[in-house]
């Protein structure tokens, strides 16, 4: 997985951001972890509801894929068939070329559309002057129309914070920064600023930088999994005994995940438990 990718779903799975609203036009009150059945795993990055019930998959694109189309067209299909309804599905492409890339694949009966949307089309202001860090620091990737001003603004929210967290939040400004080659202006403006050099050099961001970034999003997927988890149990086989529910809440990730593929074919609770 690249460090953006893990970077930028951190950051879009923050419950209080705008970001989302802004693309979607919907808040999402849920976010699912799911992982497709098919070779080779798939699994899609993001994939929210609506208090509503809608589904809404979001991809997250840096290079222009010619099977992009396809790729969406098989996401849905799978999501249809773990859900039961289509989502209403969103690629968001993050990458320093041009877009271009098809936002739809069309047959003889079939038709897939998307929405295809170039991060940086989006106006970068209402993402700076958010009350939320993680929309200051989705930003860097949108249409600055000043970028060492909008570097500054986002350091300077950056140094309000303690210890840990303004370390993390200073490396996923540097990756996210590395799409648009801006991590010499943010050395420049850090030398300026109350923000120690010594945790800031991109080269050389430690293990245990690293480590948090993928632990942030760990310690939320136990619970997005074991929600999608005992949501299918329910669905195949009714309301869960209590031994069933106990036994799932002490299930780590990597078998809650092999238990999402094995009930596609359990004909009882028994097979799986």
């Given at each position: 997985m690249h460090e953006y990718d893990t970077v930028l779903k951190t950051l879009l799975l923050h419950a209080r951001n705008s970001i989302i609203e802004q693309l979607t036009g919907a808040v999402i009150v849920h976010w699912h972890n799911v992982e497709l059945p098919k070779v080779g795993q798939m699994r899609v990055d993001l994939l929210g509801e609506t208090a509503d019930?809608?589904?809404?998959?979001?991809?997250?694109?840096?290079?222009?894929?010619?099977?992009?189309?396809?790729r969406m067209a098989?996401?849905?299909?799978?999501?249809y068939r773990l859900f039961g309804r289509f989502p209403r599905?969103?690629?968001?492409?993050?990458?320093?070329?041009?877009?271009?890339?098809?936002?739809?694949?069309?047959?003889?009966?079939?038709?897939?559309?998307?929405?295809l949307i170039d991060?940086?089309?989006?106006?970068s202001e209402p993402l700076l002057q958010?009350?939320?860090?993680?929309?200051?620091?989705?930003?860097?990737?949108?249409?600055?129309?000043?970028?060492?001003?909008?570097?500054?603004?986002?350091?300077?929210?950056?140094?309000?914070?303690?210890?840990?967290?303004?370390?993390?939040?200073?490396?996923?400004l540097l990756i996210l920064a590395g799409l648009r080659k801006l991590e010499s202006t943010i050395r420049a403006e850090l030398n300026t600023?109350?923000?120690?050099?010594?945790?800031?050099?991109?080269?050389?961001?430690g293990p245990a930088i690293r480590q948090g970034l993928q632990q942030g999003l760990q310690e939320g997927k136990h619970q997005e999994i074991l929600y999608i988890v005992r949501r299918q149990l329910e669905k195949r086989f009714g309301r869960l005994p209590l031994p069933v529910e106990?036994?799932?809440?002490?299930?780590?990730?990597?078998?809650?995940?092999?238990?999402?593929?094995?009930?596609?074919?359990?004909?009882?609770?028994?097979?799986?438990?």
């Amino acid at each position: 997985m690249h460090e953006y990718d893990t970077v930028l779903k951190t950051l879009l799975l923050h419950a209080r951001n705008s970001i989302i609203e802004q693309l979607t036009g919907a808040v999402i009150v849920h976010w699912h972890n799911v992982e497709l059945p098919k070779v080779g795993q798939m699994r899609v990055d993001l994939l929210g509801e609506t208090a509503d019930g809608d589904l809404i998959h979001i991809e997250l694109q840096s290079t222009n894929d010619p099977l992009m189309a396809l790729r969406m067209a098989e996401y849905s299909l799978h999501i249809y068939r773990l859900f039961g309804r289509f989502p209403r599905q969103i690629v968001i492409y993050v990458g320093r070329a041009k877009m271009n890339m098809d936002s739809e694949l069309v047959g003889p009966q079939h038709v897939c559309r998307y929405t295809l949307i170039d991060i940086r089309s989006l106006d970068s202001e209402p993402l700076l002057q958010s009350s939320w860090l993680a929309d200051n620091i989705i930003a860097i990737l949108t249409r600055l129309r000043d970028q060492r001003a909008a570097v500054r603004q986002i350091l300077a929210r950056i140094a309000t914070l303690e210890g840990g967290e303004k370390e993390a939040a200073i490396a996923q400004l540097l990756i996210l920064a590395g799409l648009r080659k801006l991590e010499s202006t943010i050395r420049a403006e850090l030398n300026t600023m109350p923000i120690e050099e010594s945790i800031m050099d991109h080269a050389i961001i430690g293990p245990a930088i690293r480590q948090g970034l993928q632990q942030g999003l760990q310690e939320g997927k136990h619970q997005e999994i074991l929600y999608i988890v005992r949501r299918q149990l329910e669905k195949r086989f009714g309301r869960l005994p209590l031994p069933v529910e106990q036994r799932l809440v002490q299930f780590p990730v990597d078998k809650l995940e092999d238990l999402s593929l094995r009930l596609l074919d359990a004909q009882s609770l028994d097979e799986l438990f």
